[in-house]
């Protein structure tokens, strides 16, 4: 046993010596160090299943033997998988979504570099290409071939900056950065830039894939189109532009065009706009600007687009949100008998009490073994009822007892028929609310919408419904219908605030709208595919939304005031209103129901003088025979 370890520890000793020696003759690489730093970059650049492909030839060098040897014991101490492939053009084979690839390529010298082939390479897939040469002192060529072949791919170069005397093995980590050319706009590369070192095994930052898009583009054109809808985008005189036309900035107005200028501010570039036509109801099916966006002749497009278009153009991420939602028309209720009637809902209660009573006050005349008349009974407790007599005199405590419960019942009678009357007279109920979809398609009214557009929800009941919609051209014109012919219609958000305070009658709205959306939109700016604008401009959105930008300049856009206007307008019409706070006005006309009830008694007791004048007359006439 101790003869076998002892033989092992031989072994160790004689390898390690032979690779020292290797090591400090063949090259000055340190291949412990620099397969460290192999490891950091897989486990900063690769996330998901971690796969480094080694690119291993059957002629290789002793050198690259052992290289190699030590980048695969580290890589597999760190768990990062490995795949040894021949040569680079065994790459194709690779399935690229299955995992995070990072080639690890070994280039005997600088000379090699030259060479450099980009037909094999992938751009989802990572390279990383070790030169065991010195940058500086070793490399004379300023690689700009090589750059221009490798700057729109994640290509990371290691080179050996390893000191004699020195004891540190530190390594340079270098790419090309494509960077636009102040005179003619164009992406040019410059040469090598270090962007990152390798001391002994550790990186000095996280960067080791930089994005290579350029972020400054100075001053170079940006070109912009521009949709329209309100309030990202209104633009004067629209209707005699096409797609494509010029425009200029004072044309337009809007929170797109302040977001737009905000982000192009970032990448310091100057801005053209163009016109592009579309709907503002509903632009699906509207695709003859995409070819300008595909083509490049525009790089972002704003005005209220959607993700609609698929992915022949990249999108900018949400930066807006509007809901639709039903629109109806608020109107208070009118005074009228018919809704007294049925607001005074409680009188049954005192009915029931009546009927209570004069059982009660019969049964007690009978108990007691007095006389009594059902219909007088009925009569007298009707006429305390309604405060118009008194009740029959009482002949013993019971009796006096159950009058004084009853004449308690009567007072809260007048009352309730008082408080009724003063607040009907006096407060204005709020209209008749549709707070959902079902309370729209129930409601019976009219409703108005675009023809063309109308089915743009995909629900069977919401199709049957519009199919029988009346028809009206734009948003305005459905607003104005609904509204004349106390109507419904769809609106989003930014509009219905906008019509709702133009409408609003004495700070109270004419229109109000269902709480329950049937959809909510979001807005994204479009953007060319693969343009180098994209990820920053992403995350220049995303930055902006965070903070609330895009919601404030949507506010501002519609007016601070008419969003204020619209909210108190809403607020007043759906609270009571109390008409005392202007001045009361219970006056007797406003109580004329009351003559016309007189009136109405009079006709009776009329009436009923007229038939007993002719029963008397009757009777006198058959006396006189
Ligand atoms: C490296 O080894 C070779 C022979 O294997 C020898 O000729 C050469 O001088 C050595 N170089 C150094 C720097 O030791
Ligand atoms: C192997 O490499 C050596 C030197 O690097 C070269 O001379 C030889 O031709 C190579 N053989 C093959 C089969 O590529
Ligand atoms: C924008 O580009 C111009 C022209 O290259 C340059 O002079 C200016 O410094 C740049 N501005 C910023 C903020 O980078
Ligand atoms: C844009 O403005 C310039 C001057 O500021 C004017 O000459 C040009 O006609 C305008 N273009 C359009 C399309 O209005
Ligand atoms: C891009 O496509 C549009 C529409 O097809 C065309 O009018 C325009 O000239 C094209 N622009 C370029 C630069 O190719
Ligand atoms: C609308 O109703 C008519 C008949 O009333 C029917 O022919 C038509 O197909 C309906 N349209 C839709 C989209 O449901």
């Known amino acids: 046993m101790l003869q076998r370890i002892f033989l092992f520890c031989c072994i160790t000793l004689v390898c390690s010596t032979l690779l020292d020696e290797k090591k400090s003759n063949t090259s000055e690489l340190s291949f412990g160090s620099i397969s460290k730093c192999i490891s950091e970059f897989c486990k900063i650049s690769l996330h998901f299943r971690s796969t480094a492909i080694l690119e291993y030839g059957n002629n290789e060098t002793v050198e ?31 399935e690229v979504a299955e995992a995070d ?10 000379e090699s570099l030259s060479k450099f082939n980009n037909a094999m390479m992938h751009d989802k897939i990572k390279y990383l290409i070790i030169v065991p040469d010195h940058l500086e002192t070793e490399c004379k060529d300023d690689f700009i071939d090589v750059g221009n072949k490798v700057a729109y791919y994640d290509v990371t170069f290691i080179f050996n900056n390893n000191e004699e005397e020195d004891n540190t093995e530190t390594y340079t980590i270098s790419t090309f950065i494509r960077e636009v050319d102040e005179a003619t706009c164009k992406e040019i590369v410059h040469g090598f830039i270090n962007i990152n070192n390798c001391q002994n095994g550790i990186l000095e930052s996280n960067i080791v894939f930089p994005n290579k898009n ?4 100075k001053n170079c054109p940006l070109n912009i189109g521009m949709g329209t809808l309100y309030p990202f985008s209104i633009i004067q005189d629209r209707d005699i532009l096409k797609t494509f036309d010029k425009l200029n900035e004072s044309q337009i107005r809007g929170s797109d065009l302040e977001l737009v200028k905000i982000a192009a501010k970032q990448f310091n570039a100057t801005l053209n706009y163009n016109y592009v036509r579309k709907k503002e109801e509903n632009p699906i099916g509207q695709y003859d600007f995409i070819p300008f966006i595909m083509n490049g002749s525009l790089d972002i497009c704003a005005g209220g687009f959607y993700r609609i278009y698929g992915d022949v153009v990249s999108y900018s991420g949400i930066y807006a949100r509007q809901a639709v939602k039903w629109m109806y028309t608020a109107d208070r209720k009118d005074k009228s008998w018919q809704n007294l009637v049925h607001k005074v809902n ?3 209660i005192f009915i029931i009490y009546y009927v209570a009573y004069s059982c009660v006050w019969w049964l007690i005349r009978k108990f007691d073994k007095q006389s009594v008349s059902a219909t007088t009974t009925l009569i007298f407790a009707w006429g305390a009822l309604v405060g118009a007599g008194s009740l029959q005199d009482t002949r013993s405590l019971k009796q006096k007892i159950v009058n004084l419960m009853y004449l308690i019942m009567c007072l809260h009678l007048s009352a309730y028929i008082a408080a009724q009357l003063y607040s009907f007279y006096t407060i204005s109920e709020p209209p008749e609310r549709l707070e959902t979809i079902n309370d729209i398609m129930e409601s019976g009214r009219p409703t108005y919408l675009v023809p063309v557009v109308k089915y743009f929800v995909i629900d069977e009941n919401f199709r049957k419904y519009a199919n029988q919609s009346k028809e009206c051209d734009t948003f305005y014109d459905c607003f104005e219908k609904s509204l004349i012919y106390k109507g419904m219609t769809l609106l989003l958000h930014a509009f219905f605030a906008n019509y709702q305070a133009k409408s609003a009658v004495g700070d109270e709205a004419r229109i109000l709208c269902t709480t329950q959306n049937v959809l909510t939109v979001y807005y994204e700016m479009l953007i060319r595919k693969n343009s180098p604008y994209v990820s920053k401009y992403q995350d220049i959105i995303v930055r902006l939304f965070e903070a609330g930008i895009p ?15 619209a909210e108190s307008a809403s607020k007043n019409i759906i609270a009571n209103s109390y008409s005392c706070q202007t001045g009361c006005t219970v006056t007797i006309r406003q109580l004329d129901g009351a003559f016309y009830i007189w009136l109405v008694g009079c006709g009776v007791s009329f009436c009923v003088f007229i038939v007993e004048i002719r029963k008397k007359a009757r009777r006198m006439s058959l006396h006189l025979i």
Not at 214 to 217: C, L
Not at 551 to 565: C, F, H, P, Q, S
């Open 101 to 110: 690839w990072m080639v690890v390529v070994y280039i005997y010298h600088c």
């Open 64 to 94: 690259k033997h052992l290289f190699f040897n030590e980048i695969i014991k580290t890589l597999s101490s760190d768990g990062i998988q490995q795949i040894i492939i021949e040569d680079l053009t065994k790459i194709k084979n690779i």
């Open 551 to 565: 919601e404030k300049l949507y506010i501002e856009a519609i007016g601070l005031t008419v969003v204020g206007r």
């Open 346 to 348: 409680g009188l049954y």
């Open 214 to 217: 350029p972020t400054n583009i």
